[in-house]
């Protein structure tokens, strides 16, 4: 059963400007936190108290009284979860695991990658704590109940070897898809980074077989970038939506 309306809040983090999503049943406060990859104090500020400069984009209260006038639940995470293990994503996981003291997943295809988030993080100047290690490993096709919240785990390689789609179902709206770096608006990932297992055939083949038959309306939230919706994707993204053909023979294709 979906969620009745989320409260999703997006923290655009570190130098990558990373999306972090913040989902929460506002009937219960159960929350998750999807790819915690920096700032985790100004995500732990504002989850706890509402202090600090908070999130850039919310459907939720803006503030402390807000949520007071809401009668809303104080909010309880539940779990750490990650689309894939680039360092932009997970770096730091282990400050939000401790302070939470929650479990975090992460499919088993990235785990070799998640070893190198501090060296990768050390190539933009960044001082990353040890690589944690995934507490739950996901399974493609599984859905997980977290406290009152249910994630469906569309596993989509291609980016990364683990790279998996995190889908919330809603039931008097649209769905909304947590996609990492899979997809973007008008783009997809890239599959040009080292050591990650990167192959553009196989993106493909995940986004078509994955994504592409949820419902249209589904809203998707990328790991950068602006939201879209699954089918503006299917219509207008160049390398692989129609624009591209079949088998990318025309439009941008294979990055042509």
């Given amino acids: 059963m979906g969620l009745r309306e989320p409260w999703i809040e997006h923290f655009f983090v570190g130098?990558?400007?990373?999306?972090?999503?913040?989902?929460?049943?506002?009937?219960?406060?159960?929350?998750?936190?999807?790819?915690?990859?920096?700032?985790?104090?100004?995500i732990i500020d504002w989850i706890d108290a509402f202090e600090g400069p908070g999130p850039n984009w919310t459907t939720g209260p803006e503030n402390a009284s807000a949520a007071q006038e809401r009668a809303l639940p104080r909010r309880r995470v539940v779990a750490l979860v990650n689309t894939h293990a680039h360092f932009d994503h997970s770096g730091f996981i282990p400050?939000?695991?401790?302070?939470?003291?929650v479990e975090w997943y992460l499919h088993p295809d990235d785990d070799f990658l998640q070893t190198l988030?501090?060296?990768?993080?050390?190539?933009?100047?960044?001082?990353?704590?040890?690589?944690?290690?995934?507490?739950?490993?996901?399974?493609?096709?599984k859905t997980y109940r977290f406290g009152t919240l249910e994630l469906r785990v569309l596993h989509t390689p291609g980016h990364t070897l683990g790279g998996c789609c995190l889908l919330v179902q809603v039931e008097n709206g649209p769905d909304h898809v947590f996609?990492?770096?899979?997809?973007?608006?008008?783009?997809?990932?890239?599959?040009?980074?080292?050591?990650?297992?990167?192959?553009?055939?196989?993106?493909?083949?995940?986004?078509?077989?994955?994504?592409?038959?949820?419902?249209?309306?589904?809203?998707?939230h990328p790991g950068h970038g602006?939201?879209?919706?699954?089918?503006?994707?299917?219509?207008?993204?160049?390398?692989?939506?129609?624009?591209?053909?079949?088998?990318?023979?025309?439009?941008?294709?294979?990055?042509?």
């Fill in 15 to 42: 130098p990558l400007q990373m999306r972090c999503s913040v989902v929460t049943d506002p009937a219960t406060g159960d929350t998750i936190i999807i790819d915690g990859g920096d700032e985790p104090q100004r």
């Fill in 95 to 101: 400050a939000l695991r401790e302070h939470y003291d």
């Fill in 117 to 141: 988030a501090q060296a990768s993080g050390r190539r933009y100047g960044l001082a990353l704590p040890e690589p944690a290690v995934a507490d739950q490993a996901f399974e493609a096709g």
């Fill in 179 to 220: 996609v990492g770096d899979t997809l973007f608006a008008g783009s997809v990932g890239r599959t040009d980074i080292a050591n990650s297992g990167g192959d553009f055939d196989l993106l493909a083949r995940s986004i078509h077989t994955q994504l592409w038959p949820l419902d249209e309306d589904t809203i998707v």
């Fill in 226 to 256: 602006p939201l879209t919706t699954v089918g503006h994707e299917k219509r207008t993204n160049p390398f692989v939506g129609e624009p591209a053909g079949a088998g990318g023979t025309y439009g941008f294709g294979k990055y042509a």
